[in-house]
């Protein structure tokens, strides 16, 4: 069998046909060919944030996809796991350890083979089943050869990528490290972000220089959508003075230990970036502004006057499929069945999403070439749910309006019988009657995912 791209949802689907008993050759075009993103020619190289966001399944929908995964034996998230650096609530892994730990791993599997190489075009005819895994980076001559066969019109939109501070050019003497509402992660750190605070002129005076930087632009910028989940911070910005201070600045959960009686106007918040703690990302800032107006604009923050910069922001191109259209329920290209698709190429958006559906690409081709009818995880699960949206579950079934999805909890069933009531007999109150019913959600998919897989 063989697997197009050696991102996560490759390296993902690659691993589950090996672990399935199936050789598998996983195609991979880095060195040979390389992209605006990418730095490396490892597997699974993280080229946005390395974060998989929340990893508590009782309380948050990734969480619990992480979990779904880690009983189905992700590489992904095993290698995750290994290479974990404090977040807070959130899984974020050492990008370097991390890519270098899948591709190893792959390496040492003794039903993988690693050819690098670009699949330039349609796989070869005789390839009688390929799991296609380019993802947000696909090449022109993937991507066109995709559009001629299905007669779409367009696969693109942008994504953009924050930028990364060392570590030892913050000034904590106005910056200060503290988690938002001072919740341990996963590593038992409450103080995983470093925080810098922002009064209204300076927040006022920074939102000037945005909407005033000079940007990157595209000659076809105008026919390519944004994902709303990774907007750059500048076009947040020109969508009201307001946005950015409710979104990636709120400053909710946050006292200032330089001086607690005065709330800040706004945060910026660095995280973690890798193992040794020495380089941080500015968390939500991915970013279209021009190199030598970043270093400018974001000297304005208080905290960062003397930030020194390991990577600046950037753009690149997303490609991904109108796939309640094109792709069947078990991930097949309904124009050329022996092709399937997996990761953000799908319409999914996010590490893990991507993850995922590398693995349940990599399961169905496995069962498929084993002689067992593919049979998609049930919609009480995560993996369900975020397959089900993708393929069928989208409102006017993928006629015009499908765009990438996070999973979520409006993509399972509801829980309808939720506690009411606590042991004392009084009435919940509503955040706590919603904790419960997104533990009971998480109980449910986890017992019904364990007979699926059984």
């Known amino acids: 069998m063989h697997v197009i791209g050696g991102g996560l949802a490759g390296s993902e689907a690659a691993w589950q046909i090996a672990e399935a008993g199936v050789p598998v050759v996983l195609h991979e075009m880095r060195p040979v060919r390389g992209t605006d993103a990418h730095q490396t020619?490892?597997?699974?190289?993280?080229?946005?944030s390395n974060s998989f966001r929340a990893d508590d399944w009782t309380g948050n929908a990734v969480g619990l996809l992480h979990a779904e995964m880690r009983r189905l034996g992700s590489i992904i998230l095993s290698c995750g796991d290994a290479h974990q650096v404090p977040a807070g609530g959130a899984l974020a892994v050492d990008r370097d350890g991390f890519a270098q730990a899948v591709t190893e791993r792959l390496e040492a599997h003794p039903l993988v083979t690693i050819a690098r190489e670009e699949v330039a075009g349609l796989p070869p005819a005789e390839w009688d089943s390929v799991v296609v895994a380019t993802g947000p980076l696909t090449s022109p001559a993937l991507s066109e050869a995709i559009l001629k066969l299905t007669g779409e019109g367009e696969l693109s939109f942008f994504d953009a990528i924050a930028p990364i501070i060392h570590l030892d050019s913050v000034d904590m003497g106005k910056a200060w490290r503290q988690s938002r509402y001072d919740k341990e992660g996963p590593g038992g750190d409450a103080a995983?972000?470093?925080?810098?605070?922002?009064?209204?002129?300076?927040?006022?005076?920074?939102?000037?220089?945005?909407?005033?930087?000079?940007?990157?632009?595209?000659?076809?910028?105008?026919?390519?959508?944004?994902?709303?989940?990774c907007l750059p911070i500048e076009v947040m910005a020109e969508r009201g003075r307001e946005t950015l201070r409710h979104g990636p600045m709120k400053p909710v959960g946050l006292t200032n230990e330089h001086d607690p009686q005065t709330k800040a106007w706004a945060v910026v918040q660095l995280r973690q970036d890798n193992a040794l703690g020495t380089l941080w990302n500015m968390v939500g800032f991915q970013t279209k502004l021009k190199h030598g107006a970043q270093t400018d604009i974001f000297r304005m923050i208080p905290g960062l006057e003397k930030a020194v910069f390991a990577r600046l922001g950037g753009l690149h191109r997303n490609t991904f499929l109108n796939s309640?259209?094109?792709?069947?329920?078990?991930?097949?290209?309904?124009?050329?069945?022996?092709?399937?698709f997996a990761g953000q190429v799908t319409g999914v958006e996010g590490y893990v999403e991507s993850a995922a559906i590398g693995l349940l690409a990599g399961r169905f081709a496995a069962a498929e070439r084993l002689g067992r009818a593919?049979?998609?995880?049930?919609?009480?699960?995560?993996?369900?749910?975020?397959?089900?949206?993708?393929?069928?579950?989208?409102?006017?079934?993928?006629?015009?309006?499908?765009?990438?999805?996070?999973?979520?909890?409006?993509?399972?069933?509801?829980?309808?019988?939720?506690?009411?009531?606590?042991?004392?007999?009084?009435?919940?109150?509503?955040?706590?009657?919603?904790?419960?019913?997104?533990?009971?959600?998480?109980?449910?998919?986890?017992?019904?995912?364990?007979?699926?897989a059984g």
């Open 324 to 340: 309640p259209k094109l792709l069947d329920g078990s991930l097949r290209l309904k124009a050329d069945p022996r092709m399937r």
């Open 192 to 229: 995983a972000y470093i925080n810098c605070p922002m009064d209204k002129d300076q927040y006022e005076a920074f939102i000037d220089a945005l909407l005033g930087g000079p940007k990157s632009e595209f000659k076809d910028w105008e026919h390519v959508p944004y994902f709303d989940g």
């Open 41 to 48: 020619d490892r597997l699974a190289e993280l080229v946005c």
């Open 374 to 452: 593919p049979a998609p995880p049930p919609p009480t699960t995560a993996l369900g749910a975020l397959i089900g949206h993708i393929t069928g579950g989208h409102l006017d079934g993928g006629k015009g309006s499908f765009q990438p999805m996070n999973i979520n909890y409006g993509l399972l069933p509801p829980i309808e019988d939720a506690p009411r009531h606590g042991e004392d007999g009084k009435r919940l109150p509503h955040k706590e009657r919603g904790r419960a019913k997104k533990r009971l959600v998480g109980e449910r998919a986890l017992a019904d995912l364990d007979v699926w």
